[in-house]
Each structure stands twice: as C-alpha cells, then as structure tokens.
C-alpha cells in the first residue's frame, strides 16, 4: 500500500517522499506569488516559510477526493496573505523602488542592460500591481504567479470561474492602462 | 451583445490566449486582447529565485517532517466505517503493545481483563472478611481443654429449679455482654467446638454469683458464656444459678449454693 490513511474519514495520506516532491516542486510558486506582493525579500521569505510550515502541519486535512494539492496549499497561502496584511494593517500598502527589491528576479535576457531594464520592467509591473484593487491583485498572483487555472483560482477564493476569468480580465486592462500612463510622462 | 456578455466573450477570449489555445474566432484578434494576453505572459514570466538562506529553510522544514513521520507508527482499526487511523504510536509503545499482544490471549480484551480483575478483587475481599470474622471468633472463645469427666448422671441431677430470671436481679450479677450466645455467630458453635463438645460444657444463663476454681485454688467470679474446662470446679452462692450446656445438647441446671467438681455436682446446703 503506496499511501497510508489519514484521521476520521479515510484520507488519503501523502507519502513523507510524495510531500517532498509536492513542497519542492510548490515552493517557487508560493514564493512568487508572495513576493508579487511583497517587495521586501526577507519578509517573503518569512511569509512563505510561514505557509509551508502550516502546510505541512496540516497535511492531515488534505484531501485530494475534494480538490488538488495547488488548490489546498494557495488556500493557505491566502489565508496566510490575509493574517499578513492585518497585522501590517497600520502600515501603507507596498512601495516598490524601482531597481530595488529586485535580487532574486530571475533574468533570462543574454545582456546585463537587457537585465537591468527587464528587472525595471517587472518592478514597474509590480508597483502597478500593487495599485490594483485587492481582490485583483490576489487573483492576478494566484493567476501568474501561483501559474492557478481559473477553476483552481475559484476553488481557492470561493468564487465562480467566469468571475475569475472576467476579473483577469478587468485587472489586467487596468494595468495595462497604469503601465501605460507610467510611460507616457 | 451587451457589456456583460461582451466581457464574458473577451474574457473567453483571453483564457484561451493565455492558455495557448487558438480559435478563439475574430475577438481573439482584437488588438486589446493580443495585449492583455502579452502583458499576462509577462507576468507569468516574472520568476524570483528563494535565497539560498530560505531554501535551507524549506529543506530544514521537509526534515524535520520527515523525521516526525518516520519517527510515527500508524495503526489502523477496522471499524464500522471502515480502515481509520486511531492513534499515532513511538515504535516503543508499539512493541510492547505487541509484546502485549503475543502475551495474552486475543479475547482477553483489557474490558475483559479489568472486570475479571475487579470480581477477583471482590472474591478475594469477600474471603479475607470472612476469615476475619472467624479468627476473631476463635480468639474470643477461650482455648483449653481436657477432658470433662461429669457424669451425666450427676449432671442430670437438678438439684434445685432455677429461680425465675425476670424476678430475681443480684447487685453481683455480671454486667459483661454473653459474646458466646449474644453474637450473631452463636448458632455456629457447636460446629465449631465439635471436637471439644465431648470434654466441655458451656456455663450460661449465669444469675448472681458464680465462681470456678482455677489452677492456684483460688475462686473466680465469672461472667456469661464461659467453657468449663475438665476437672475445674464451679460453684453457686445463694440465689444465684446457671445452667450447664453438654455437646450432645443435654443440660444441667445449678441452682443456689451448688458446686460441681470433677463429675459431681452436689448442693452445699441452703
């Protein structure tokens, strides 16, 4: 027997090499989709270890009969996101310096110039972001960052799929729209 | 086509882009959606790299889980609804569940076991008041005997009727409570002095003075329900009495002023 049961109703339990193989190949996930909404490094990282902990202290729970792994481990995530952003309630929403903030961005541009303007772009990117209503934001990270489906994204928030699919939409047009209004001076 | 319908459309439209899909028809060549769908794969291209201090973190956290569940048995129990993990053992308590286990019969249940347990702890409380209650009885009743050689002819003989108990009160009556014939286990006794009913009478029903002799001559008073031992002397004053009990259930009745002495019994006068 390849997977062992769980507490009360028969779950399905990950094997120890399963779970590690679930948490390596979800970490960069995870960790993009916080540092899309925190620009410090060392916080993300606090944030993020904070998730896969609580992940991993209640892998019980997880059922794979009611959803997939990504949908169960974002729900935390955004839980987490959520306890995070009260607890920073007295503080201003992020500021993102251009250029800074930026060291662990992957470059894949052959260049450093090409490097360096990618990494403004993207923190450019973020800082509109980060200007977007809430609820778009989160549904742009779990979209893009968390690489969700839509369905997966309305699991996770409790919402219905075409709102999912519309609220991208809405969002990345606002930011398409802010990017273009940083542009044009 | 409305607003919402239109949007509803575009938002088709733009999935399908992002998700690499074609033939999203005429809408999926709008300008607007080719940009949102470029600026959407830009966002999915942003990749952060953890720091190699976070990534240890990770891992130290995959190892301390994996040592938790290495270090964890699981057990499981068939129940009504089905296989379910009760508890989570150390493989310490797991062996000696299983030493247990081998060591005792598998319908000696522990429920089993403990009611088994509390009745032989009843059974056993049970015996040890009962054997209580007769060493306490046998110590009360004094030991001694030798043979008693009063001949039942003489005993028979009723020297004088005892006076009526309820008229006659003496100052020198003994006070002390019968313990052989007031004690709940009085009806017990012949059987349990059977093999000395043949050599001892029981002296009861005492009124006033009663003496017996001892050993050194000397005359002691005595009280209700003693054993006369052989060979001891026992003796009546005026308006005293009492009444011999034998083994065999004959009685011998001492009325006032009567001494019985080794097999005889015989008035002193008065």
Redesign the interface.
């Known amino acids: 027997m390849s997977r062992l049961r769980a507490e009360g109703e028969g779950l399905p339990r990950l094997e120890v090499s399963e779970v590690e193989a679930l948490f390596r190949e979800y970490h960069p996930r995870v960790y993009a989709y916080v540092r899309y909404r925190i620009p410090d490094v060392s916080e993300a990282e606090d944030l993020t270890s904070e998730i896969l902990e609580r992940a991993l202290t209640y892998l019980a729970s997880y059922d794979a009969r009611k959803g997939a792994f990504s949908t169960w481990l974002f729900r935390i995530a955004h839980n987490a996101w959520v306890n995070h952003l009260k607890r920073r309630q007295r503080q201003n929403p992020y500021h993102v310096d251009l250029g800074a903030g930026m060291e662990d961005l992957v470059a894949h541009e052959p260049t450093p110039e090409q490097a360096v303007l990618h990494k403004e772009e993207i923190a450019q990117m973020l800082k509109c972001l980060a200007t977007l209503p809430p609820r778009q934001q989160e549904i742009l990270s779990l979209r893009f960052a968390g690489r969700l489906t839509n369905r997966e994204i309305a699991r996770v928030l409790n919402m219905n799929e075409r709102t999912v699919s519309v609220t991208i939409l809405r969002a990345l047009r606002k930011l398409r729209q802010q990017l273009v209004e940083v542009d044009t001076p | 086509m409305n607003e919402r319908q239109k949007?509803?459309a575009?938002?088709?439209a733009?999935?399908a882009l992002l998700g690499g899909q074609e033939g999203a028809g005429s809408i999926s060549a709008d300008e607007?959606i080719q940009?949102?769908s470029e600026?959407?794969r830009?966002?999915?291209?942003?990749?952060?790299?953890?720091?190699a201090?976070?990534q240890a973190?990770?891992e130290r956290?995959?190892r301390e889980?994996?040592v938790q569940?290495?270090r964890a048995s699981?057990k499981?129990e068939s129940g009504a609804?089905?296989?379910?993990?009760v508890d989570m053992e150390t493989p310490t308590t797991q062996k000696l569940k299983e030493f247990t286990a081998r060591l005792l019969p598998e319908w000696l249940t522990p429920r089993v076991a403990f009611s088994a347990g509390v009745a032989l702890s009843l059974v056993c409380t049970l015996l040890l008041i009962a054997g209580g209650v007769a060493r306490r009885a046998w110590r009360d009743v004094p030991a001694a005997p030798e043979p008693v050689s009063v001949s039942e002819a003489d005993l028979e003989q009723d020297v004088s009727p005892l006076p009526d108990p309820s008229a006659e009160t003496s100052p020198a009556q003994d006070t002390t409570p019968n313990i052989l014939s007031e004690a709940p286990y009085a009806a017990l006794l012949p059987l349990m002095y059977s093999p000395l009913r043949s050599q001892h009478a029981l002296l009861q029903d005492i009124r006033g003075l009663v003496e017996i002799q001892a050993d050194d001559g000397t005359w002691t008073w005595v009280s209700k329900g003693r054993i006369i031992e052989a060979g001891q002397r026992v003796r009546t004053a005026e308006l005293s009495g009492a009444q011999l009990v034998f083994a065999d259930g004959s009685t011998a009745r001492l009325g006032p002023g009567t001494e019985v002495s080794g097999g005889r019994a015989h008035s002193m006068g008065g």
């Open positions: 949007a509803k575009l938002a088709q733009l999935d607007e940009a949102l600026l959407g830009s966002l999915g291209n942003v990749a952060f790299t953890p720091s201090t976070h973190q990770v956290l995959l889980h994996r569940r290495e699981v499981y609804h089905g296989l379910r993990e």
